[in-house]
């Protein structure tokens, strides 16, 4: 799918994961708006990720208003403020891609797997929006250190479960723009297998001292 003439919108840009996908995406020369819960704190955000890009490419506005000029609505906060955040902004995702990088990780205990009733959480978050939000989950494994330092490969594939086509390819190309590489790993629900990774993730990161360990997947035809 191409992204060209789509403006990507991530709510709560301001954070950690929001902003290095952010500044990223800009950096491939899309059109990237972040949102905060305060316009202001936006802004400063995003002049701190255009110093670092040399250029005034990302806007920061308000949740509400990333949503509505959004073409793609990236949502990156914490998974307590998930639903809160998406349903607060519903009226404007009508007929547009949703995609979910969050995670449920459950304090204090970020290394269990705490997947709520056992499903994935985005999937429980799609049901609450409607069937006319195409919602995709992708990024969950992709931590965010690395992501400001183009000089660094971050050595991570990105899962991409969702029921529409169309927002899977979305979120694949948007991986790509990152400099990623997004795999279709199936429905929505299998989203509930990357949420989980995430926690065994933070599990081997403890273990070995890591900062960003991640993911591959192996046996796929050579990418053309
Ligand atoms: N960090 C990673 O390495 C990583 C990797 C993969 C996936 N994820 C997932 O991505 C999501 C964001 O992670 P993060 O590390 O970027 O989180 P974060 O920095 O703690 O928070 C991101 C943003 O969420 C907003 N926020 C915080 N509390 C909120 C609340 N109660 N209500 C509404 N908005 C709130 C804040 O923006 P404003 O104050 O500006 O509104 C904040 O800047 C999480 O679900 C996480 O599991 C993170």
């Known amino acids: 799918m191409s992204l060209t003439g789509k403006t990507i919108a991530v709510l709560g840009g301001t954070g950690a994961e929001g902003s290095g996908l952010a500044f990223r995406w800009a950096h491939a020369g899309l059109t990237v708006i972040i949102g905060s819960r305060e316009a202001a704190k936006a802004q400063v955000a995003a002049a701190a990720l255009n110093a670092l890009l040399g250029r005034a490419a990302i806007e920061g506005v308000d949740n509400a208003t990333a949503a509505a000029r959004g073409d793609i609505i990236v949502l990156t906060v914490p998974y307590a403020a998930a639903t809160t ?7 404007h995702l009508g007929g547009k ?10 304090p204090p205990k970020f290394d269990r797997v705490q997947l709520p009733d056992g499903r994935s959480a985005v999937e429980q978050l799609a049901e609450k929006l409607g069937p006319d939000v195409s919602v995709v989950a992708a990024f969950q494994n992709v931590g965010a250190h690395h992501l400001k330092d183009l000089a660094h490969t971050v050595d991570c594939d990105v ?6 086509r169309e927002a ?3 979120a694949v190309a948007l991986a790509e723009a990152a400099g990623l590489v997004g795999i ?5 629900a299998n989203a509930a297998a990357a949420e989980a990774m995430t926690s065994v993730l933070i599990a081997i990161n403890k273990a070995y001292k890591a900062k960003a360990s991640g993911i ?4 796929l035809p050579p990418r053309t």
Do not use: Q
């Open 184 to 188: 279709h790993a199936g429905a929505l």
């Open 216 to 219: 591959r997947i192996t046996g």
């Open 159 to 164: 899962l991409v479960c969702g029921d529409s």
């Open 168 to 170: 899977r390819e979305a």
């Open 97 to 106: 891609i949703f995609l979910d990088v969050t995670v449920p990780l459950i």
């Open 85 to 91: 955040t998406a349903l607060g902004v519903k009226e």
